[in-house]
């Protein structure tokens, strides 16, 4: 879950870090208000899932008013990472000494949370070589000490070492208690000769949101993409119980279903088959042993969805999700839509546990189905093939 700037500002403010304070607001009127009772100079922002807002015109100076609600309407008026801007935030606008990047996140290669701090803040900080890291432990967190090296290492005022070396060190508590996968302040500013943070990024793993219950409640859904209807129906069938995950699905708008297991296999599967020309109707996660009729109920959605000619069925090898139980649930769940079997697979690829029940009842069905004999990139192309070869 990723919340947006506002959220993530007033989150991280709650494990004692300094932010300038966002409202935010839906119409220009507000804006407008908000900004007389500022008074002032401004900042205007757009609030969306996307960073790199400077760059692309959706940080507004302003210096009264007026001015901020032209500011509001102009942003609501602009579409940023394919969404319409429907909230902006406004602040005092600060007059900033240097800029520094503050951030923490997960070293997946390390297995360790890694603190990082750059004096490369503001809008260019992805193209800077210049940058502190120090991995720490996720038991202990990361100790003042060792913030204040890493800026030290950057070259920080020394009056800063201090305020610098807490700062990281609460940043990486939020990190750790919020079960958070990315933490970023950016810039962490030099203002009135003190640190301020302008703006801040995080986003907290999926499975943990449950945790933090009324913390995050009311940040839930805001500013999010809005789902499709297909989207939200593919949520309702994988929440019908707790048992494995079938329909973590994003939309596409290709002719071929896609069934596929979670994670980097996913994405390798997806990336080759946009490679060898195929049109996905969706990209998708299943997996953790789902239920028969979680695996039937979303093959139905998917091959019922106009367009879905084919539908391909690729994992790596399994080991507690079973083979039969997912071939059982496709092959139901094509009945459910009024087709063949046979018409609509071109691959069914899930080596593993139980494989060996899953071809013969494919096998019953007309249906060839491959083991790890054929790899993850051959299994992909071949579904492409035959997805083209009949596409009605
Ligand atoms: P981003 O581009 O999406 O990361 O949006 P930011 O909120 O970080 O704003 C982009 C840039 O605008 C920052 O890096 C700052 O350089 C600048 N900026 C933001 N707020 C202020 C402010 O209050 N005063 C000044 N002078 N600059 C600001
Ligand atoms: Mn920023």
Redesign the pocket.
Known sequence: MKLL?HQSKELLAGFGLGF?RSNAASSADEIARLARELGGPV?V?AQVHA?????AG??R?AEGPDEAARAARDLMEMRLARARVTTVSI??????ER?FYAGVAWDTSERLPMALFSDA???DVENSHRMARRHFDPWRGLEAHVGRDMAAEMGIDRRLLAPAGDFLSRLARAFLECDALLVEV??L?VVDGGLLG??AHVEIDDDAVFRLGARLQAFAGSGDRVLTALEREAQRIDSMDHRGVAGRLVEFDGNLGLLIGGGGASLTVFDAIRRHGGRPANYCEIGGNPTEEKVAALTALLVSKPGVTHLAVIMNVVNNTRADVVARGMIEGIRRSGRRPSDVVTVFRIPGSWEQEAAAMLAAEGIASLGRETSLEEAARLAVERSLAHAT
């Open positions: 700037e300038t900042v922002k960073g790199g807002r400077g760059k959706a940080v100076f602040e005092p606008r600060v007059q900033i800029e803040g503001g809008v950016n810039p500013a302008l703006d």
